[in-house]
């Protein structure tokens, strides 16, 4: 078998069948990604591999620092060409890592270059990836229309302008909608220090005052109805570890106005603003008929030196042990009992979580709605060959894997959309060895319409798209 070939993954007829005919064919939906508006709506082009690549990669970041390679050809100043050289020697001993595969597949697809990255061919891969990136076709926009993408959706904060995603309407990538998504967390996450700052911005974005909890409130649902307005149809959290229980009104009141006043907040007062205001949020995530992401599980910045130096998301969190099943059994539980359950996907960066929160799933359904809450895509230490496969495994042993809304990429990057390969050859791979050990019949009519939904028409129908 010639390296990473096409039948790169699928070990069998049916697999090959299934990929080939179905799902190498469907558009993808990247519904929950960190591209920059700004950077789609100037259709941006990049000076060299190093900056398409390596620019605020910190999966790739990770992997240089673990080989050994210092900062500077990392994060620091060094010569393009030489964060380039790291990275392809770090790469090519990364046996089993994701990052082998995820950047053969992007030289493949986006440069026409078969032969594995080595530190011997770094400097000829460099240039001729450089040529290709010179290329007038090589931007942004001609990016994401070029690997068949449909929607994006990106994440932004309350209070943006959204002045970018109106240039991008404006001026759009051909065939795909650009949509923002919102994502709370500076208001939600109460005992962070840039809270009582973010009250302030808040009230200018939303042109209200913010002087209570009610107001704090209020100003979301202002920012998230503009949202909408704009064709947002996502909300998005990241709780690292989820709130224990829900507050009453007059108790987040108190605690908001405890930390505005400087006072220092328990772990319980925290969590009863935080339990209340998101399942306050639920309520009008539900009336806008939108679906409502929840993260958990992340630490993050784990090296005070290294967040002292560089700040945060440049590769220093990890995944936490914390509770989750109780905690987001009591979180759902009210919102369904309050009327407010919005459809809902759940995603763990633990994979002890994995079976808790998949089953339950199975306890906040709803008729007409197909998996209204759902485990969703294996999410960034686990979106691996083994991690995809498991919570693919998982989500068919406990709920409907027929009606999962699929990959996405949570990604900076415009070279990125050979992950949607990648997954879809895990899932195809997976269905076709359950055929071929006779777990399943051979039905290629149905096999290829479960296909289909999961890499691209279950995400289209769920979200609203």
Known sequence: MSFMDADFMLKNAVARELYHETAAKMPIIDYHCHLSPAEIAADKRFSSITEAWLGGDHYKWRLMRLAGIEEEKITGDAPERDKFRAYAAALETAVGNPLYHWSHLEMQRFFNISEPLTAANADRLFDAMNERIAQPDFSAKKLIARSNVRVICTTDDPADSLAYHRAVAADPVPGCRVLPTFRPDKAVLIE????????????????????????????????????????????????????????????????????????????????????????????????LDWTMQLHVGSMRNNSTRMFRTLGRDTGFDTMSDFETAGRLSRLLDRMDADGVLPRTVLYSLNDKDYLPMIALCGCFTAPGVRAKTQFGSAWWFLDHRDGMERQLRETASLNLLSAFVGMLTDSRSFLSYPRHEYFRRILCNLL??????????????????????????????????
């Open 192 to 287: 962070k220090p840039e809270f009582a700052g973010y009250m302030q911005t808040l009230s200018a974005a939303a042109g209200r005052p913010v002087d209570s909890a009610d107001a704090c409130l209020a100003a979301l649902t202002d920012r998230a109805e503009f949202f909408a307005g704009l064709g947002g149809k996502l909300s998005d959290h990241d709780f690292g570890r989820l709130p224990g229980r829900v507050g009453t009104d007059a108790e987040a009141a108190a605690v908001w106005e405890k930390r505005m006043n400087g006072g220092e907040l328990t772990e319980d007062e925290a969590d009863a603003y935080k339990g209340w205001l998101i399942v306050r949020l639920a309520a009008v995530f539900a009336r």
């Open 432 to 465: 076709g060895t359950w055929v071929e050990d006779g777990e399943y019949p051979r039905n290629m009519e149905t096999l290829s319409a479960i296909v289909e939904g999961v890499c691209y028409t279950n995400a289209r129908d769920y979200f609203g798209f």
